[in-house]
């Protein structure tokens, strides 16, 4: 199989996860399929030490010919719950004409509404039907990696040791927590996550989790003066009550944010669910106060605790601890000047496994995967990309 066909094959399993998360085990047990498809792969490869713990996590080693540290490359195998991720149906555009897509009857990519689409003509792409996710994110991660390692398999070409690491549950938050670091033999690595090629990230935000629980009081409409309170009304109030254009769809670069993912409820209780995002850290304790404030006043105004807020920190910024490990930046900054592409060093609106894992010891900065408009049905993979990425990382173990 090349790579395309790798791709298609990976997108193929329905591996969305869950924000149920589970202490022992991966979210949903359908991501399990693809690590056990992944493992198989591998060992078939010739690889050393392929096994699956119980989290669904994918160990993989290839000694290589080269004596040199060993490297790791890391992509994750679950999708975003944000759109489902069953009966993806991907298609190739062979040479992308510059102009908008029909995905499938009355669902249409316009070039106005996603203008990295004017960069991509004349690429090979890989579309959805515009019903689901398409998986780039981070399938075009895997299918980059199997091919490099088929391609050095195959070829017989002296390489360096390469160790490939594909986690669970990524996109729920805690995929870094089923890497044993402890298990690597590599002392560094990578996470092949992000989007364009000429982007490199080495500084991702600060993150942070919000429960808010509004427990109401439900009295008869006919005789609630004076007596209901509604929790609707009241959860409405306390998200009202946050900065209204600090939300993802009104902030870019290193701005922060409060973004809702779920308010659910009636009169008597509501359960509302956030994430709080900043570059800065101090920035993001600032955020987290605010909504406690917002909340202490709305109890106040009741005369008692009504609302109940809950944060906690979940990652941190890589920045500060890459930085103590320029080489690792280096290799891939050589790499680059050496294939004549330009890049940036961009600050992810986000998080990856590498950041958690960066802050554990084990540096993993994050390179591109040419995927786009991750986590809906837009999504698309730039084939194109993906070839030179496989290029660049291949630099990594025989330059």
Avoid at 325 to 345: C, D, M, S
């Amino acid at each position: 199989m090349d790579l395309i066909e790798k791709f298609k094959k990976y997108v193929g399993f329905d591996t969305t996860s869950s924000e149920n998360v589970k202490n022992d085990k991966a979210s949903t047990d359908s991501q399990y399929a693809l690590s056990e498809e992944l493992a198989k792969e591998l060992t078939a490869l010739g690889g050393q030490n392929v096994h699956v713990n119980r989290f669904g996590t994918v160990y993989g080693f290839f000694p290589g010919q080269l004596k040199r540290d060993p490297i790791a490359l890391i992509a994750h195998i679950d999708t975003s719950p944000s759109a489902s991720g069953k009966d993806i149906k991907p298609r190739l555009i062979k040479g992308y004409d510059g102009k908008d897509i029909e995905l499938s009857k009355g669902i249409t990519m316009k070039v106005a509404d996603f203008p990295t689409l004017k960069d991509q003509k004349g690429d090979d792409l890989i579309v959805t039907d515009g019903t689901t996710l398409l998986g780039a994110d981070d399938k075009a991660g895997i299918a980059i990696i199997m091919d490099l390692i088929d391609g050095f398999v195959s070829s017989e070409t002296p390489h360096g040791p390469l160790e490939a690491v594909f986690s669970t549950d990524e996109e729920v938050g805690v995929g870094a927590d089923h890497i044993d670091v402890k298990e690597l033999k590599s002392k560094f690595g990578y996470t092949i996550d992000g989007g364009d090629i000429h982007y490199i990230n080495v500084e991702n935000f600060n993150a942070a989790s919000m429960e808010v629980t509004i427990n109401g009081r439900s009295i008869h409409p006919g005789s609630a003066k004076d007596k209901m309170i509604n929790a609707i009304n009241v959860g409405m109030e306390f998200h009202e009550s946050l900065p209204r254009y600090m939300r993802p769809e009104d902030t870019e670069n290193r701005e922060g944010f409060y973004h809702i993912l779920a308010f659910n409820g009636n009169e008597e209780k509501v359960h509302m669910e956030y994430i709080i995002r900043d570059h800065d850290l101090n920035r993001l304790h600032d955020k987290m106060e605010y909504a406690k404030l917002a909340g202490r006043r709305i109890n106040d105004s009741f005369g008692q605790e009504v609302v109940e807020v809950k944060i906690v920190e979940t990652y941190k910024n890589m920045k500060a601890e890459i930085d103590k490990h320029p080489e690792v930046i280096e290799k891939i900054e050589k790499i680059y000047k050496e294939l004549g592409i330009a890049y940036h060093f961009e600050p992810i609106r986000g998080g990856t496994d590498g950041a958690v894992l960066t802050f554990r010891g084990f540096p993993c900065p994050n390179l591109p995967t040419g995927g786009f408009n991750c986590h809906g049905r837009f999504e698309y993979a730039d084939v194109t990309q993906m070839k030179q990425i496989e290029k660049i990382l291949a630099k990594l173990f025989i330059a």
